[in-house]
Each structure stands twice: as structure tokens, then as C-alpha cells.
């Protein structure tokens, strides 16, 4: 059963702590991406890698940190410095295979709170 | 400074109606744009797609409507049913950057 899983699906972070979310894929995809949803402004991209050991800002990568050791895993961290992490964060990836790579398949998402 | 702006923020629709939901872009190096549904909760999911070279492309219920010297798109989703209820974004691809910009959304409602 190939696709996108990120856990966990609600995730708390208090005042000045680092949190990171996970996000796996077995669909083979090079490429994988992170966005963050707030209402009213769509999905704007944090960070995406291209492959394995690479990666580049997107957006709005302020605050956030990524790693790309494996080809299956995304993960986002989510740093104190990050001033209002409230949102809804959503991993996806594509294929670079040509124009395949213009298809994003978005995981579940996770929510992340501050208390 | 908003890429790809999409209207309306919200729209009710009555079962049956037809649902329209327009997108208007600058960038002339979007080369592909598709439309992504997503239900409470849950991740985005590709719908349909069109590319600037066809004006028109229909799946089931689902056309998109592409207007390339006007820049501007929409999706069009005839006899609308509750099932329909959910968040639509239209998107836009720069083949150039390997970068997809999201429209901010637009909630459907669909009523009996």
C-alpha cells in the first residue's frame, strides 16, 4: 500500500521547545516537499529537497530546520524560533521524472498546537 | 505578493448548481495547473489538470476552463452534490523552477 504518512497527527509544543514531524514515503519519489496551512493563505512552502543529502528554502523557511538522509524520509523541525508554529503542516512528494514531477502527493498532515 | 489569486474565499451551492472557482496568474513561466480537493483534516488530492495548450479539459463532472492570454483558469464542477463539501485550490507549475504555487483556497459548501 504505497503513500505519504506523517506522524503525528496532532503534535503539542510548548513555549521555546523544538518539535519535529515525521514524514515517510514508499511511493520511490526523489523529491518531497513541506508546506504549511493557515486559513485564508493556502499552502506556502517551507523547505523541499530534490534528492537525498540536498535540500533548499522555500517560502517561508524561517524557524524551521529539515533533513534528507534517506530517500523515504522528510523530517521538519520545527524550531523555537519559529514565533507562531500554529498550523496545519503537510509533507508531499513527486517523481523528477519528467513532467510526472509537476503531480504532488500530500500526506495526512499533522497539527501542531502551542499550549 | 500572491502568485496565483483565487475567488471566491467561500461558496454555497445547491445540490445540482453548478460551482464555479476562478484563478488569475502573472507568472507567463507556469507551464502546467492543476486543481488539488481537500477534505477536513485530511491532505490535498489532485483532481484534475490542464496544460496552456487546451482551453478546455472535462472529467466526469469536473472541467477545467483555461484562458491563456487572459491568464486566468477555472474549475467548473456540474450537479453538485453534499459529497462535493470541501476545500479547493487551484495551483500553477513553474517547469523552470520545479516549484508549485497554491491559490489560497476556496471552501465549497453544497446544501439540499
Known amino acids: 500500500d504505497g503513500g505519504i504518512t506523517q506522524s503525528p497527527k496532532y503534535l503539542f509544543r510548548k513555549e521555546g521547545q523544538n518539535v519535529t514531524l515525521s514524514c515517510e514515503q514508499n511511493?520511490?519519489?526523489?523529491?518531497m516537499y513541506w508546506y504549511r496551512q493557515d486559513p485564508g493563505q493556502g499552502l506556502r512552502l517551507i523547505y523541499y529537497s530534490q534528492i537525498v543529502n540536498d535540500f533548499q528554502k522555500g517560502d517561508i523557511a524561517e524557524g524551521y530546520s529539515v533533513s534528507r538522509e534517506k530517500k523515504e524520509s522528510f523530517p521538519l523541525t520545527v524550531t523555537s524560533a519559529q514565533k507562531n508554529p500554529t498550523a496545519f503542516y503537510l509533507c508531499?512528494?513527486?517523481?523528477?521524472?519528467?513532467?510526472?514531477?509537476?503531480?504532488?502527493?500530500f500526506g495526512p498532515g499533522t497539527r501542531l498546537l502551542v499550549l | 505578493q500572491q502568485q496565483v489569486k483565487q475567488s471566491p474565499q467561500s461558496l454555497i451551492v445547491q445540490k445540482g448548481g453548478i460551482s464555479i472557482i476562478n484563478c488569475a496568474y502573472e507568472?507567463?513561466?507556469?507551464?502546467?495547473f492543476p486543481w488539488y480537493q481537500q477534505f477536513p483534516g485530511k491532505g490535498p488530492a489532485l483532481l484534475i489538470a490542464?496544460?496552456?495548450?487546451?482551453s478546455e479539459k472535462k472529467e466526469g463532472r469536473f472541467t477545467i476552463s483555461f484562458n491563456k492570454s487572459a491568464k486566468q483558469f477555472s474549475l467548473h464542477i456540474m450537479d453538485s452534490q453534499p459529497g462535493d463539501s470541501a476545500t479547493y485550490f487551484c495551483?500553477?507549475?513553474?517547469?523552470?523552477?520545479?516549484?508549485?504555487?497554491f491559490g489560497t483556497g476556496t471552501r465549497l459548501q453544497v446544501t439540499l
Open positions: 507568472n507567463t513561466a507556469f507551464d502546467y
Open positions: 490542464i496544460r496552456p495548450d487546451v
Open positions: 508531499a512528494s513527486s517523481t523528477r521524472q519528467g513532467r510526472r514531477q509537476e503531480t504532488q502527493y
Open positions: 511511493l520511490n519519489h526523489d523529491a
Open positions: 495551483a500553477a507549475y513553474d517547469g523552470t523552477a520545479s516549484k508549485l504555487t
